[in-house]
């Protein structure tokens, strides 16, 4: 069969967890089942890092798919329909929520989560306007889908009024690059970027669903009750939508000299910088899934994280759960982690436990379980 792979959140040195997640299956799918022609349909020129298998034919298909309905419309529902039926596509895999709704080739669709109809104000109305109408669409127009959490098989159904026989539920993995590091390059790394110190944690892009604006005043708050204390408060994500909500609680922090901005960094350092950090901050307003987590597990470093939508599922006994509309219990749970070290040590142990659950090899072996079963269904 040949089969259509949207490869278009592949991209070299800025990869996102959709990105992680089409890169790390589909690398193993591929390996799986020379029997088949892999197309990937790429939207800018790609890294041949991405083509990791004979059976792999990559197309560039323009324009780059830029953040705006018009390019999306265009790329999904006007080039992708030309190239499927160019290359007799008999399987088109999409893995970033959104589907072709003009071709009648069947589909297998991945939706990581429906953030835009639960907080439609964290997207750009004109996007919220794009996906609320094409995603389900798109949703019911695929023979199969599949999804990273049972939060999100649960949210889809219902929302969209989808038999949940056709959701798969298929868990992120770890990337390789996350694993514990010794005292020595601890050091070495907070001496890089945290002027020697001690330091929390934030990973993701700055966006009001990141929450980042309630882990300031809590972050305030735990530099305020612990004079003895020089930890930092490390930020690590490009900033997308710095708010006024945000910019206040910023200017206002007593202690906002010791909040660090990385920005951006590679997937070798972040490990690094995982791994150093004395907790993990993942305390966003809705995730679908939520990698950081799992990735904190496989460095050893506590976690504290939101008890909203897929984070309780993600995290279970592995994680402090606080409520992240309250500064004061994300206060409270950094205050547990500095001054409680065998809490610190049962949530290391429980998080060595709980990684087990979350590999790209188990994702990859439940995602072609998928894949076998829409092939089997087109050549019924």
């Not at 969209?160 to 690059?177: A, E, F, L, R, T």
């Amino acid at each position: 069969m040949n089969i259509g792979v949207n490869t278009r959140m592949l991209v070299e040195n800025n990869m996102t967890g959709i990105g992680w997640f089409i890169f790390e299956t589909m690398k193993r799918i591929v390996a799986k089942h020379p029997e088949h022609t892999f197309y990937y349909f790429f939207d800018r020129s790609y890294s041949h890092k991405f083509i990791t298998s004979p059976n792999i034919v990559p197309i560039v298909v323009p324009p780059k798919c830029r953040y705006h309905p018009l390019f999306y419309k265009f790329w999904y529902d006007f080039q992708l329909p030309k190239v499927l039926k160019k290359y007799k596509i008999d399987l088109f895999i999409s893995g970033d929520t959104v589907n072709t709704t003009k071709s009648k080739v069947p589909s297998l669709l991945v939706i990581h989560d429906l953030t835009f109809e639960h907080y439609p104000s964290f997207t750009p109305s004109y996007m919220t306007k794009y996906f609320k109408k094409t995603v389900p669409k798109g949703a019911n127009k695929a023979i199969e889908i599949a999804t990273v959490s049972e939060y999100s098989k649960n949210d889809i159904a219902t929302k969209y009024q989808i038999d949940s026989n056709k959701i798969s539920v298929v868990y992120n993995g770890i990337n390789n690059h996350f694993e514990p590091l010794d005292n020595d390059l601890k050091l070495n790394i907070k001496a890089q970027y945290a002027n020697n110190c001690d330091y929390f944690l934030f990973i993701g892009t700055i966006h009001p669903r990141k929450n980042l604006k309630n882990q300031l005043l809590a972050f305030d708050m735990f530099k305020k009750a612990n004079s003895d204390s020089t930890h930092k408060f490390l930020i690590v994500g490009t900033k997308w939508i710095w708010d006024k909500e945000l910019d206040e609680a910023y200017s206002k922090m007593d202690f906002k000299n010791d909040v660090v901005f990385i920005g951006h960094l590679p997937t070798d350092e972040l490990s690094r910088v995982t791994a150093s950090a004395t907790a993990l901050m993942y305390v966003s307003v809705f995730e679908g899934f939520g990698i950081p987590i799992i990735e904190a597990f496989e460095s050893k470093t506590p976690v504290i994280t939101s008890n909203t939508s897929s984070m309780p599922e993600v995290a279970g006994n592995a994680a402090l759960i606080v409520d992240p509309f309250k500064p004061e219990e994300i206060f409270e749970a950094m205050n547990i982690i500095y001054k409680d070290p065998d809490t610190v040590n049962r949530l290391i142990e429980n998080g060595l436990n709980r990684k087990e659950l979350f590999s790209w090899d188990l994702t990859a072996d439940k995602f072609d379980k998928v894949f076998v079963k829409a092939t089997e269904t087109i050549n019924k």
